[in-house]
């Protein structure tokens, strides 16, 4: 009975061990041109506590790595450290997943599904961010919107499974307001109120062209 009991506790311990969550980090970033660029963004994440899988592809700009739940970042925080390597996010991506243990149920497979990216886009004002704002939040599969003046930034939380980039800009540029690769038409940002018309000939912000 004893034997039978400590084999138990083993078994408890094993998948208690395999059941560790975790959360997976996938990256897009801009700029690394050379195995020098790997290195460096290599450098600045190996060192995380409990950090494993991580690989950086040259080819693709892809970053992916895994940490346990408790020692996890913020999308926000890994942005920053992307950044603090001389490089630029184009978009974070974490999904929560348990080792050993299969994730069930709609709100974990939805959760996994869920990017956020920054996205350039001219604007002047608070009219400007509340109409850049209803726009991306009615794309279907879009879950938040929040657009910065003074640094030109939407940040956009969407379902990549439902929607794209390539849609989200394409609304944004419909209702008068340029990105990053898609143009207003002429007679949508004619009729933008008059505190709302931006410097269309401006330049990106700087680490964006």
Not at 18 to 38: D, F, P, R
């Amino acid at each position: 009975m004893r034997y039978i009991l400590s084999i138990l506790v083993v078994l408890l311990v094993i998948f208690q061990g395999n059941s560790q969550e975790s959360v997976a980090y996938t990256a897009k970033i801009k700029g690394m041109s050379c195995n020098y660029c790997t290195n460096s963004v290599n450098k600045k994440f190996k060192n995380l506590p409990g950090i494993s899988q991580l690989n950086i592809d040259l080819e693709t700009g892809m970053l992916s790595f895994v940490l346990p739940k408790e020692k996890s970042f913020t999308i926000e925080e890994i942005e920053e450290k992307i950044k603090k390597t001389g490089y630029t996010p184009v978009w974070v991506k974490a999904s929560e997943a348990e080792i050993g243990v299969k994730a069930m149920g709609k709100n974990m497979e939805e959760n996994n599904e869920l990017m956020t990216v920054s996205i350039f886009v001219k604007g002047n004002c608070g009219m400007c961010k509340d109409r850049i704002e209803e726009a991306t939040t009615k794309v279907k599969g879009v879950k938040e919107a929040n657009w910065d003046s003074e640094t030109q930034q939407l940040k956009v939380v969407f379902n990549d499974k439902k929607t794209s980039l390539v849609a989200i800009e394409k609304k944004i540029a419909s209702v008068g307001h340029d990105t990053e690769h898609e143009e207003a038409p002429d007679s949508v940002y004619n009729n933008l109120h008059g505190c709302c018309k931006y410097d269309r000939e401006a330049t990106m912000p700087a680490g964006k062209e």
